[in-house]
Nanobody, 115 residues
């Protein structure tokens, strides 16, 4: 059984930073490629950052240079450092495997960027 629990979201002003964390359960976490997804209000989920089991990363163009994904396999955790936040980054953020598995969705952590 794999579960993900996201944390670290909140209200931040434009230009600010947040660091999201995702705690995973399950004994085979280290073999998964992991991603951070976000769902803005009224929109579909969007994959914004991916990290492979080996540590290679990729980002959607809208967050390149601002977001950094990382993982700690020993702690079964994935992180998303978000800098230079804009109102367009407002969403609920989730972690999941890549490709995602429906049964692994957690509750997410909300991020609101507003002055």
């Amino acid at each position: 059984q794999v579960q993900f629990v996201e944390s670290g979201g909140g209200l931040v002003q434009p230009g600010g930073s947040l660091r999201l964390s995702c705690a995973a359960s399950g004994s085979i976490f280290s073999i998964y490629a992991m991603g951070w997804f976000r769902q803005p209000p009224g929109k579909q989920h969007e994959l914004v950052a991916v990290i492979t089991s080996g540590g290679s990363t990729n980002y959607v163009d809208s967050v390149k240079g601002r977001f950094t994904i990382s993982r700690d396999n020993a702690k079964k955790a994935v992180f998303l450092q978000m800098n230079s936040l804009t109102p367009e980054d407002t969403a609920v953020y989730y972690c999941n495997t890549v490709p995602f598995r429906k049964s692994y969705w957690g509750k997410g952590t909300p991020v609101t960027v507003s002055s």
